[in-house]
């Protein structure tokens, strides 16, 4: 976990402490002044309150402003809302697949604050967290028609102020290139682009770098001991790294697990010649779960899990794969420490081989500060996440999914093994509180949270060029 995530999540415990201690002394006054009965009566009440209202991870305040810079060369339209309508004809060179992103300003209405407020955009709905008030982006990518003959635009339980801006990013042109997904674990690719990979799947090759064997009590339920359960695990995901993208059309010979240990990355990283195995199956050998990858690697000599093999394997895939296009976690976004040292593999990597690509395409599977993003349910638009703190101006590109694809998508994750364990019965029943009390809702695809978060008509990405790849000194270059 990040530093920044671990602050963030400290004052949040903090402030929780003592909104819990406050209600104590309320509910142990009631019940010295009125009844003995306002005791176990006030605790199921505050518990109940807790689930449905304040049981998100949001660890930043609502008011706050997103703050957004984009390059200087982004095209900008001021445009007006009128009669919950929003009208624009573009010039001729902006394209349907062009991304398009609305900034608004919104305000919560005191509902705002009991429900999750959103906006109506034509067919599409985008939400944001409660008590949501100020500069918000949201996601128009593939409503350009609608646009041109007057786009509807209305905030439940929010209002919107009738001046916005509309930026315009055109579209990278993907067809025909050859497309590498590098993914930390089994089913980021997934969870990330398989709208867009399972669109040019036939130029498309997928490298997961870590077995994913840890958290697994689960399979232990089994009967397994710690150790077993962790092997099972690790061999059922690498299986899912190869075989599920096949849904998506890309081909096995396309999909190498390179079979290093979950959370286990940024130690290699720092010492790049040590041998870091398993921390829960005893394993310390990667080459048990690379029986199906489709060439030979480096460390296949020796199996070592250490950085420098990891760094070699990487490199391997790169000159036998020769990407023009790389997808992968954003360095400043996503903080899960596995996704932010394959960044930095890949830039050690990219060192040793000649063939460069020509663009990156960065995806945020996690948040430092939300856990729910996306916000909303299945189905609907992804708009922009929460950025408090100011992030590299970068374009952006949203690929936008169709009802099948949306489909698809949801049956690759099903097949995830990670994503199959039931709820808790903590979560079911605040899942069914929040229901019941907030108007919730989840896709009947599947119980895992990510069920809601991923299967979206949008896939969002930040675009680095190739220019931008080799500028020195950018957070991007050596994360």
């Known amino acids: 976990m990040s530093q920044r995530k671990q602050q963030l999540l400290r004052q949040y415990r903090k402030n929780k402490r003592i909104a819990m201690l406050g209600l ?4 142990g006054l009631c019940t010295v002044l009125l009844s003995v009965w306002c005791l176990p009566l006030g605790l199921l009440l505050a ?21 957004y810079d984009f390059p200087a060369d982004t095209l ?10 929003l009208h624009w004809s573009p010039a001729a060179e902006v394209k349907a697949g062009d991304t398009l992103i609305l900034q608004v300003r919104l305000s919560s209405n005191w509902l705002g604050w009991l429900f999750d407020p959103s906006v109506q955009l034509g067919d599409d709905v985008q939400t944001f967290e409660r008590g949501a008030r100020g500069i918000r982006y949201l996601n128009l990518t593939g409503q350009l028609e609608q646009l041109q003959k007057g786009l ?12 916005v801006q509309l930026r315009v990013f055109p579209a990278p042109d993907l067809e025909g290139k050859r497309i590498m997904i590098l993914a930390p674990h089994a089913d980021d690719a997934e969870l990330a682009a398989f709208g867009l990979y399972s669109q040019n799947a036939d130029h498309v090759s ?33 299986w899912d790294s190869l075989a599920i993208p096949l849904w998506g059309g890309v081909r096995q010979d396309s999909c190498v697990q390179l079979g290093y240990y979950c959370l286990q990355l940024p130690l290699m990283r720092e010492r790049p010649e040590q041998a870091f195995g398993s921390r829960e199956s005893g394993e310390s050998d990667v080459r048990t779960v690379r029986g199906q990858n489709p060439f030979v690697l480096p460390s296949d000599t020796d199996g070592i899990p250490s950085w420098h093999n990891l760094i070699a394997d990487v490199a391997a895939c790169l ?12 360095p400043e976004l996503d903080p899960h420490s596995d996704h932010i040292a394959t960044g930095q593999a890949f830039y050690q990597a990219l060192e040793q081989v000649e063939d460069q690509p020509e663009l990156l395409l960065l995806y945020a599977n996690h948040l430092h500060d939300n856990d729910r993003w996306p916000m909303g349910e299945a189905g609907t638009g992804v708009a922009l996440p929460p950025a408090l703190e100011p992030l590299p101006a970068l374009p952006l590109f949203s690929h936008v999914l169709s ?22 019965v903590k979560r079911s029943i605040r899942r069914n509180i929040q229901r019941l009390l907030t108007g919730r809702r989840w896709p009947r695809t599947g119980d895992n949270e990510f069920m809601r978060k991923a299967v979206r008509r949008h896939e969002l990405f930040w675009v680095l060029e190739e220019e931008m790849l080799s500028c020195p000194g950018r957070s991007f270059r050596k994360p």
């Not at 077995?211 to 059922?236: H, I, N, P, S, T």
């Open 24 to 27: 104590a002394v309320v509910i």
């Open 47 to 67: 518990w109940i309150i807790h689930e449905a209202w304040f049981a998100d991870h949001i660890f930043y305040a609502a008011r706050d402003d997103y703050r």
């Open 403 to 424: 009802p099948e694809r949306q489909l698809d998508k949801a049956m690759a994750l099903r097949m995830q093994h990670d994503l199959q364990p039931p709820l808790s």
């Open 319 to 330: 000159q036998h794969f020769r990407p023009q296009v790389v997808i992968m976690p954003h």
């Open 206 to 238: 997928i490298v997961t770098l870590t077995q994913g064997e840890v958290e697994a009590e689960f399979y232990q339920e089994m009967g397994l001991d710690r150790k077993q359960a962790a092997r099972l695990k690790g061999r059922l995901r690498s």
């Open 76 to 85: 900008v339209h001021a445009l007006e809302i009128n009669g919950e309508k």
């Open 152 to 163: 509807s635009i209305a905030g439940r339980f929010c209002t919107l102020a009738a001046q």
